[in-house]
């Protein structure tokens, strides 16, 4: 299943209307997927810097700040994940959607990767994706434009009111969309359980788990 993203951005977007030859990136590896439908495969991870949603339990809170992560060509950047045999490049961030991906997805594309990307969506997205991990927060609402596209709804429980949350998005994504709760990883002890019962009563859903974090990896 693809779905595809092409944007040209006008005069008024935020972002940038030319191409984009670098990004602000905080850190780059090749591990496994911890999390969602393509937990266990191997995967190069590429973490943009710049996130502007302030989730109170944010595990990466030092990428909020874009100006503290280098400009990075996306040249680079595509050399690096050609370096490893797993197929899949993982855009996650901070918010990567805050960045016009267009070149950096067809660029990896060219390059026989597959390209995921792990978003808020409080952005409209741009690029060409394999695969689009939709994650909603409290904090800030989406755009409207990611519920089309998404290939897995993920929302992480902090409290059981969250559970609400995941429900209000779970009426707008589009029918093949992939369903999943996830605990904070804070929270997990106290959550788990909750999670268990509701999906037990609440097949649509699934549980997901930070994988990599049970097994000490990135
Ligand atoms: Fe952190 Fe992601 Fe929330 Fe941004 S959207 S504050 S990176 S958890």
């Keep these: 299943m693809i779905h595809g993203y092409t944007r040209t951005f006008g005069s008024m977007d935020p972002r940038q209307t030319s191409l984009v030859h670098t990004l602000?990136?905080?850190?780059h590896f090749y591990t496994?997927?911890?999390?969602?439908?393509?937990?266990?495969?191997?995967?190069?991870f590429i973490r943009t810097g710049g996130c502007d949603v302030g989730c109170h339990w944010c595990d990466v809170k030092e990428s909020w700040d874009a100006d503290k992560h280098p400009q990075t060509p996306i040249e680079d950047l595509v050399?690096?994940?050609?370096?490893?045999?797993?197929?899949?490049?993982?855009?996650?961030?901070?918010?990567p959607a805050m960045y016009d991906l267009k070149e950096t997805t067809q660029a990896l594309h060219k390059v026989g990767?597959?390209?995921?990307?792990?978003?808020?969506?409080?952005?409209?997205l741009t690029g060409e994706f394999d695969w689009i991990t939709f994650s909603p927060k409290k904090f800030k609402a989406p755009h409207?434009?990611?519920?089309?596209?998404?290939?897995?709804?993920?929302?992480?429980i902090n409290h059981p009111s969250d559970l609400e949350f995941a429900e209000e998005h779970a009426e707008k994504v589009n029918d093949s969309?992939?369903?999943?709760?996830?605990?904070?990883?804070?929270?997990?002890?106290?959550m788990m359980p909750i999670i268990?019962?509701?999906?037990?009563?609440?097949?649509?859903?699934?549980?997901?788990?930070?994988?990599?974090?049970?097994?000490?990896?990135?």
């Design 24 to 27: 602000p990136i905080m850190e």
């Design 32 to 44: 496994l997927q911890g999390e969602g439908f393509h937990a266990g495969k191997a995967a190069y």
């Design 79 to 95: 050399k690096l994940t050609s370096e490893h045999k797993g197929d899949i490049v993982v855009i996650t961030g901070g918010e």
């Design 113 to 124: 990767k597959q390209t995921h990307i792990e978003t808020s969506g409080v952005y409209e």
């Design 144 to 156: 409207a434009s990611i519920y089309k596209g998404a290939h897995e709804l993920k929302v992480v």
């Design 177 to 190: 969309c992939l369903l999943y709760l996830q605990p904070e990883w804070s929270k997990r002890v106290r």
């Design 196 to 218: 268990i019962e509701y999906t037990k009563n609440h097949p649509q859903w699934r549980i997901s788990l930070q994988t990599h974090k049970y097994l000490n990896i990135p």
